[in-house]
């Protein structure tokens, strides 16, 4: 294993890998609720690498969808990575890098391995990124991959609301980690302003729009009033 790999794996340890760990749980605890066998909660978790679209995945089956409709739910739940992978690959791109290893990259952008991958790898030597980052990915890959199979095994143990209330940590920590470079940005906290003030009345008028509701109008607001008064 060369150093950067190294390097990442160790950034990976701690709170990344715990949060990662905290989450799968969740999703492993969801598995076996809804009556598939571990290996197939495991393949989820190895193939998808997205929480959100695993979770829509899962609920998608329990409720009757057709293959169709649950690829497209999935397909559309993970959009939202396509500007994570926009943003890092071109950072982890160099001359000579076999596309491969890129697309194997591309797979392993979540949110957590995005942020670590934003703040660290343009501080790195080029040639040592994509190692760092494959590192920071086998860490919190292996932890998700280890909570999956906590999780399924503990299903019967945990309250189902704690074992929902996992699948939200992951989502809590990303807010935390990116709350200091978001305070040094105007739009960035009118959007979170917004957002908690709008999310729970567009709740209420809708709960399969209101999130993509919240989303659209807090960002709209939050951009526009930057943009005037900024």
């Known amino acids: 294993m060369s150093k950067p790999f190294l390097l990442g794996l160790r950034e990976a340890t701690g709170a990344p890998a715990l949060v990662l760990f905290a989450s799968f749980v969740g999703f492993g605890s969801l598995v076996r609720g809804n009556g598939w066998d571990l290996a197939h909660g495991l393949a989820a978790s190895a193939a998808l690498w997205a929480l959100p679209g695993q979770i829509a995945m899962v609920e998608s089956w329990a409720v009757g969808a057709g293959l169709a409709a649950t690829v497209t739910a999935v397909a559309l739940t993970n959009l939202r990575l396509l500007p994570m992978v ?10 000579g890098t076999p596309r491969w290893k890129l697309f194997l990259a591309a797979h392993f952008i979540a949110v957590t391995t995005w942020v670590i991958g934003m703040r660290r790898c343009s501080a790195l030597p080029e040639r040592e990124r994509l190692p760092f980052f494959f590192g920071i990915a086998a860490g919190v890959w292996f932890s998700g991959m280890i909570g999956t199979v906590a999780g399924y095994l503990l299903a019967r143990s945990v309250p189902p609301e704690v074992s929902l209330g996992l699948v939200f940590v992951n989502p809590l920590y990303f807010v935390l980690v990116l709350m200091p470079d978001s305070l040094r ?18 709740h209420l008028l809708s709960r399969d729009w209101g999130l993509l509701g919240t989303g659209l109008v807090a960002g709209s607001m939050a951009f526009l009033l930057g943009r005037r008064y900024g």
């Open 86 to 95: 926009m943003a890092l690959i071109p950072q982890l791109r160099t001359p």
């Open 185 to 202: 940005n105007r739009m960035q906290i009118l959007s979170l302003v917004f957002g908690a003030v709008l999310g729970p009345f567009f």
